[in-house]
C-alpha cells in the first residue's frame, strides 16, 4: 500500500499569503493518480486538483498543483478567507486509493 | 446537478450490523464507480471500497472480511454493508463518485452520514 504524508500538519498565515503544501508518497505515484481535496469544518471533501496538475471545475486559478514521482505540492497562491481549511492529497495505485493525513491552514 | 445523500442509522450496537444506502439523483448511476469513504471524528479519510455500476466490486484490504457493496440501478442507490462493527468504526460516511480515465479521483461528494457505534 502506498502511504501518503502531508507537511506540514498545520500552516498559521494570514490572508494574503502564499501557501505551500507537501505531499510525500512511499513509492512513485503515476501524476495521473494524484489529487488535491479541501475539507471546510462540517462539510464534505471536495476535489480542487486531479492529474497532480489540473484544476476541477470552478476552482479558481490561485490553486495549484505540480510534482511527479513521490513529491507533489499544493500552492495557493495568495490566500482568500476562504481557504482557510484542511488539505488532503489522495492517490489512486493497484485498485486502492489511499488519503495523506491532511494539512490545516489556519489564519494566523 | 447530480447530487448524492447518504442515509442510514445513526447508531448502532457493537457487533451489529451497519447498513447505509447512498441515492444519486440528478443523473444515472449507470456506467459509473461509486465509492465509499468514511472520516472518524477528528481525523482523516478512509477509503472503504467502490462498487461500479454492473456490481462488481473493490474493498479495502483492512476492512475486506467485513464490507459488502451493492448497486441497485432500478432505484439510482448505493448500499454499505459493515459488519461487526466497533466503537472504531464510528465516522462520518460519505459516498462519492468517481472520476478520470482510470477512475482515480472523486469529483462529487455526498454530505455525509454520521455514524456512531455504542451500545
Not at chain 1, 501557501?19 to 471533501?45: E, F, H, I, M
Amino acid at each position: 500500500e502506498i502511504v501518503l504524508t502531508q507537511s506540514p500538519g498545520t500552516l498559521s498565515l494570514s490572508p494574503g499569503e502564499r501557501a505551500t503544501l507537501s505531499c510525500r508518497a512511499s513509492q512513485s505515484v503515476s501524476s495521473t493518480n494524484l489529487a488535491w481535496y479541501q475539507q471546510k469544518p462540517g462539510q464534505a471533501p471536495s476535489l480542487l486538483i486531479y492529474g497532480a496538475s489540473n484544476r476541477a471545475t470552478g476552482i479558481p486559478d490561485r490553486f495549484s498543483g505540480s510534482g511527479s514521482g513521490t513529491d507533489f505540492t499544493l500552492t495557493i497562491s495568495g490566500l482568500e478567507p476562504e481557504d482557510f481549511a484542511v488539505y488532503y492529497c489522495q492517490q489512486y495505485g493497484s485498485s486502492r486509493f489511499t488519503f495523506g493525513p491532511g494539512t490545516k491552514v489556519e489564519i494566523k | 446537478q447530480v447530487q448524492l445523500q447518504e442515509s442510514g442509522p445513526g447508531l448502532v450496537k457493537p457487533s451489529e450490523t451497519l447498513s447505509l444506502t447512498c441515492t444519486v439523483s440528478g443523473g444515472s448511476i449507470s456506467s459509473l464507480y461509486w465509492s465509499w469513504i468514511r472520516q472518524p471524528p477528528g481525523k482523516g479519510l478512509e477509503w472503504i471500497g467502490y462498487v461500479f455500476s454492473s456490481g462488481r466490486t473493490s474493498y479495502n484490504p483492512s476492512l475486506k472480511s467485513r464490507v459488502t457493496m451493492s448497486v441497485d440501478t432500478s432505484k439510482n442507490q448505493l448500499s454499505l454493508n459493515l459488519s461487526s462493527v466497533t466503537a472504531a468504526d464510528t465516522a462520518m460516511y460519505y459516498c462519492a463518485r468517481h472520476r478520470g480515465n482510470l477512475r482515480e479521483y472523486f469529483d462529487l461528494w455526498g454530505r455525509g452520514t454520521l455514524v456512531t457505534v455504542s451500545s
